[in-house]
């Protein structure tokens, strides 16, 4: 539709040019351009902002996504880990820091639930957990670094006494430490500016809580 | 308003140099490209196709220029308008789509509702109208749900709890093959929101349930297995994603159990 338009402009022009006359064609052909080029560039301006966001938020096979899903997952063995600890420890600080891992790390498993949401991705990935993770480390039986084997949930479940303390310092310190590596890997591979955040505010969290169970564990041995 | 001044001297030169472009023909705009570029002929050069179009007759060149440039564009608008319509077709099909798609599903959250409604938690053993299970009144209790691979039945009391907080639970005939038990529990064992257990009395080797729905199989090497998990696993969650899979029952054994007072810590 715009084309011929043009065309016929340019041909009314082109004789007149070198009168007088040539110019009212010609701011005429100017007028109708410019109307064109802002139709053209508003639609175009209003379609970049309406798909930007959509086409730069991460995809199934992202590291975000592997991120999101992956530590969700190895969050929610904390959780476990640490409710556990928190009904059945010995020591009141283990009790303590039990409860804010396991509250905290489940604030956190929401937080990267709602980027899935948001990003249109299912909580479930169509590749194999950590394939996201560029030094592919080996997944056995869906453990991610520093997690804890069935058997060894299975013991601190029917741990007694002080030996609930000591157990889950150890699976605890183990998982961090896996944890943050984890976190390494994303942000390494992410600008993510939301990714980043929430990965930083995880490793200096877990870094903290590492020197704090160092300390417990000192504490737990007796 | 530090902020806003600043702004204006920036703003201002977009406003000079889009005044330029229709002046372009003018006698004006030549002289101030003269000046900037001593000799005639950067003139051609400096703006390929808009330049020559001095009083000479190539008026044809001069016309096909903006033509191809609005083509080009307007292609270019109708393009990226296009393809976003159809990726956000196809990105933001739902997982409820998706899943009612899986060939064989009954969806019991269309065809009987009603079979998943219930008050208030149960205590004791309660009777479902699908088996196994897949919503309704329930236990208290949930079955832990955290990978757990059973090797033994469980209260079916229990793991609809665990279905109302976004488990899918995979359940198998005691006689299925080990091979094939194996290859279920690879899918499972690690990734919380998910338990295995077998079960007396399936009609097929293998059922997969989540709340409001249900999947029955013959073989372990079914993909729609894996699009089963994909589709449903925490999304039909009822309480959303963040619902427990610890702190649940972690024994085996068919009937219910309650809730054990606290002990009093040692």
Not at chain 1, 66 to 80: L, W
Not at chain 1, 170 to 185: E, K, R, S, V
Request: aromatic letters at 6%; a neutral charge.
């Amino acid at each position: 539709m715009t084309a011929p338009a043009t065309t016929d402009s340019e041909y009314d022009e082109i004789p007149a040019a070198p009168d007088e006359g040539g110019r009212a064609p010609a701011s005429r052909y100017g007028v109708l351009a410019l109307a064109i080029m802002l139709v053209v560039g508003l639609l175009l301006g209003y379609a970049g902002g309406l798909l930007t966001p959509r086409l730069t938020r991460p995809g199934d096979a992202s590291v975000e996504a592997g991120f999101a899903r992956d530590m969700t997952s190895h969050h929610a063995q904390a959780v476990e880990m640490s409710l556990i600890a928190y009904r059945s420890a010995t020591l009141p600080e283990v009790r303590q820091i039990a409860v804010d891992i396991a509250t905290g790390q489940q604030g956190e498993i929401g937080a990267m639930q709602t980027w899935l949401r948001e990003w249109g991705l299912s909580p479930t990935g169509s590749k194999p957990p950590m394939s996201w993770m560029s030094d592919g480390a080996t997944v056995k039986d869906g453990l991610m670094p520093g997690m804890a084997t069935p058997q060894q949930m299975t013991a601190l479940r029917n741990a007694q006494g002080i030996e609930v303390d000591r157990q889950f310092l150890t699976l605890m310190y183990a998982h961090h430490l896996g944890g943050i590596h984890m976190i390494d890997a994303a942000l390494g591979a992410t600008d993510n500016a939301e990714v980043v955040r929430v990965a930083n505010t995880m490793k200096a969290t877990q870094q903290t809580e590492l020197n704090n169970l160092r300390q417990l564990q000192a504490q737990a041995k007796g | 308003m530090s902020i806003s001044t600043p702004g204006g001297p920036e703003r201002r030169p977009t406003v000079v140099s889009t005044g330029k472009k229709p002046a372009a023909g003018r006698p004006a705009s030549g002289a101030k490209a003269g000046s900037g570029k001593p000799t005639g002929s950067p003139r051609a050069g400096g703006k390929g196709p808009r330049k020559p179009v001095t009083p000479v007759k190539v008026s044809q060149g001069r016309a096909w220029g903006p033509i191809a440039l609005f083509v080009a564009v307007g292609v270019l608008a109708a393009g990226i308008i296009g393809y976003g319509a159809w990726a956000s077709f196809q990105g933001s099909k739902p997982w409820d789509k998706r899943a009612n798609a899986i060939d064989g599903i009954v969806n019991i959250r269309k065809t009987d509702k009603a079979s998943l409604e219930y008050e208030s938690h149960k205590s004791g053993p309660l009777t479902y109208k699908y088996s196994p299970p897949v919503g309704g009144v329930h236990n208290a209790a949930w079955q832990n749900c955290m990978g757990d691979v059973y090797d033994a039945p469980i209260a079916s009391e229990h793991a609809v709890h665990s279905l109302e907080h976004g488990a899918v639970w995979i359940t198998y005939r005691p006689d299925l093959p080990k091979d094939q038990v194996d290859k279920l529990a690879s899918k499972v064992r690690g990734v919380e929101k998910m338990m295995m257990s077998p079960y007396e009395g399936l009609d097929k080797p293998i059922s997969l349930q989540a709340w409001g729905y249900q999947l029955k199989l013959d073989n372990a090497d079914d993909s729609r297995i894996d699009e089963f998990i994909k589709d449903l696993r925490v999304n039909a969650s009822v309480e959303g994603p963040t619902a427990l899979c610890n702190t649940g029952i972690t024994a085996t054994g068919t009937t219910p159990r309650e809730l054990q007072q606290q002990q009093p810590t040692q």
